[in-house]
């Protein structure tokens, strides 16, 4: 068994890859997507972060998030939750009762380290769903924070029609 050690800091931002048992598309589902939201805004109010952005797929999803310091949670805490309240909310709205494994082992992380870094983890959590051909407009996709930063003028209009310079040769999942 590996020995992975992950970096808890206070006030920090986390980028977050967290994928499905096997690829599994459950996310196809609007009934599952709905599931996956509320539980986000569950397991937000019991453990406090700032959700900054977000892009929901198929068959996983990215965060950025920030944990205050007066927060008693660290992300390992917040992800574990999430996996655990979805898939029991999921078992529950499927009514499934046997033993189900919805989620791959851990999940990835990477702490944010400058402005740079920020804007390179947006702009990937806001072209994925272009990137893994589910429309060609990202802003036409509303399972993802996009629109909410056009709003802010952090994107113009046209945004990721085409592959943003700074995505190429970058992988994060």
Not at 15 to 21: A, E
Not at 112 to 117: G, K, L, P, Q
Not at 150 to 155: E, Q, R, T
Request: some cysteine; charged content about 25%.
């Amino acid at each position: 068994m590996s020995n992975y050690r992950r970096y808890y800091i206070p006030n920090s931002i986390y980028f977050i890859t967290t994928v499905t048992n096997k690829r599994l598309p459950i996310f196809k589902d609007e009934k599952n997507i709905q599931i996956i939201f509320t539980t986000l805004k569950t397991v937000k109010h019991m453990k406090p972060f700032n959700l900054i952005a977000y892009c929901l797929l198929y068959d996983h999803f990215h965060l950025l998030i920030s944990i205050g310091e007066e927060c008693k949670h660290n992300i390992t805490n917040i992800i574990h939750s999430m996996k655990r309240n979805f898939t029991m909310n999921y078992k529950k709205g499927h009514k499934i009762t046997h033993k189900i494994n919805l989620w791959q082992k851990r999940f990835w992380d990477h702490m944010i380290r400058n402005e740079n870094d920020l804007k390179i983890h947006l702009d990937y959590i806001h072209y994925n769903p272009v990137k893994h051909g589910i429309t060609f407009k990202p802003e036409n996709y509303k399972y993802s924070s996009l629109n909410i930063w056009m709003k802010k003028g952090f994107y113009e209009t046209g945004w990721g029609h085409s592959e943003p310079e700074n995505m190429k040769d970058i992988e994060f999942e």
